[in-house]
């Protein structure tokens, strides 16, 4: 099967979702979420429940296939309809700059949306609306074992990418990220440079 018929495959599937509930349908736009909210997601196994979030695992059955296009690899994940960054920013990244004479500035130093930004405009795969995950998407990602090396994310996935932001905000100065390390989630302050940024984008 060519690589373009493989994507619209994706397409349609993101389409029988919405139809016939057989596809997992998840929020593909960020929210501000409690915790209570965020151990009420749907399609997850909560293994134990904290203070700061949860540990556990996606309850979704994937079918992933690691491409290459336009010389740059993604994971396609035929069950959700989604189309991943196969690894994503080769370092930590925090979701603002640091501050400067104790002021914050404009969205224009959100270092995250910044990164993302740099990705779109050189059409990574050929595509430029790849965004962050939400924490749903990114929820999903989550194996009920180690699977890569240390890691509780499928080896198609590169496992530099150990801790990965969401675009959903806990509060004004946090925002949700996922662990694959010990298979959890926790809210990061915005300053915290221990995350990773792996893209997303709705498959077609």
């Known amino acids: 099967m060519k690589v373009r018929d493989k994507v619209n495959v994706v397409?349609?599937?993101?389409?029988?979702s919405v139809f016939s509930g057989c596809v997992p349908d998840l929020r593909s736009s960020h929210e501000k979420l409690s915790v209570y909210q965020v151990q009420s997601i749907p399609n997850i196994s909560i293994t134990k429940e904290e203070v700061w979030g949860f540990c556990g695992h996606s309850t979704i059955v994937h079918d992933y296939e690691l491409m290459t296009i336009k010389g740059d690899k993604v994971v396609i994940d035929y069950s959700t309809g989604l189309m991943w960054h196969q690894s994503g920013s080769e370092e930590h990244i925090s979701w603002l700059s640091e501050k400067f004479f104790g002021l914050e500035y404009s969205s224009r130093w959100h270092k995250v949306e910044g990164w993302i930004k740099e990705l779109n405009e050189r059409k990574y795969a050929g595509y430029s609306d790849w965004r962050l995950p939400t924490l749903e998407e990114a929820v999903s990602l989550l194996e009920?074992?180690?699977?890569?090396?240390?890691l509780y994310i499928d080896p198609l996935f590169s496992?530099?990418?150990?801790w990965?932001?969401?675009?959903?905000?806990?509060?004004?100065g946090a925002v949700w990220a996922v662990t694959f390390d010990y298979g959890g989630v926790d809210s990061y302050g915005v300053h915290s440079r221990g995350n990773?940024?792996?893209p997303v984008r709705t498959g077609g």
């Not at 397409?11 to 029988?16: D, P, S, V």
């Not at 990965?164 to 004004?172: E, P, V």
């Open 11 to 16: 397409f349609i599937l993101a389409i029988l």
């Open 144 to 150: 009920s074992s180690k699977k890569n090396n240390d």
């Open 159 to 162: 496992d530099k990418q150990r």
């Open 164 to 172: 990965i932001w969401t675009a959903d905000k806990y509060s004004a």
């Open 196 to 198: 990773y940024v792996r």
